[in-house]
């Protein structure tokens, strides 16, 4: 059976988990297991990321478009007060929602990278109109009310994060290839 897979990426929920991890994940790889599943084609990818005042993420940005990637970003608004700082709108889960409602007569496969347990109802929803759903997520962050409707459970491992070369200096290796 050949379907359509719709992919989007809560970027805020894997960045922090990867980060735990002490890895960045590698989003080129992600997309190339995707592409390359003999069964089904990739309709769209969608990333919902915020993007900070405090960091310039815009070579991350055009790496990801380039990659084929489109992005949903939203401006954080930094809070000031005497004694911390607070960031607001901070939070894409509506917006995911809203988009995968609109593209729904568009796929057959919904993949959901995270693990936010607040995407139940999402996926209670497309499970009732017969939609398979995979959800890719790292262990440590993934809410089990997702397990009833997934099709599919995908945990992050090493095979998708970026790869620290081994690099030869007067005959020592520093850093290695995980």
């Known amino acids: 059976m050949t379907g359509s897979t719709f992919i ?3 970027l805020q929920n894997l960045f922090f988990a990867a980060r735990n991890h002490g890895q960045k994940i590698d989003f080129e790889k992600i ?4 592409n390359s599943r003999d069964n089904e084609f990739l309709n769209e990818a969608l990333i919902y990321m915020i993007r900070s005042q405090d960091f310039d993420s815009s ?7 380039s990659i084929g990637y489109s992005l949903r970003i939203k401006q954080a608004l930094k809070l000031q007060s005497k004694t911390r700082t607070i960031y607001k709108q901070t939070n894409q889960d509506v917006l995911i ?18 693990g936010d347990g607040d995407f139940a109802d999402l996926c209670s929803y497309l499970k009732k109109r017969h939609k398979q759903i995979e959800i890719w997520s790292f262990k440590e962050c993934y809410n089990h009310n997702l397990e009833m409707y997934a099709d599919k459970i995908h945990f992050i491992e090493d095979n998708f994060f970026y790869k620290k070369p081994v690099v030869n200096v007067f005959g020592f290796n520093w850093g290695s290839i995980k």
């Open 97 to 114: 929602t809203i988009d995968c409602m609109d593209k729904i007569n568009s796929f057959d496969k919904w993949v959901l990278m995270s």
């Open 31 to 34: 997309w190339e297991h995707f």
């Open 59 to 65: 070579k991350f940005e055009a790496k990801l478009k």
């Open 8 to 10: 989007q990426v809560d």
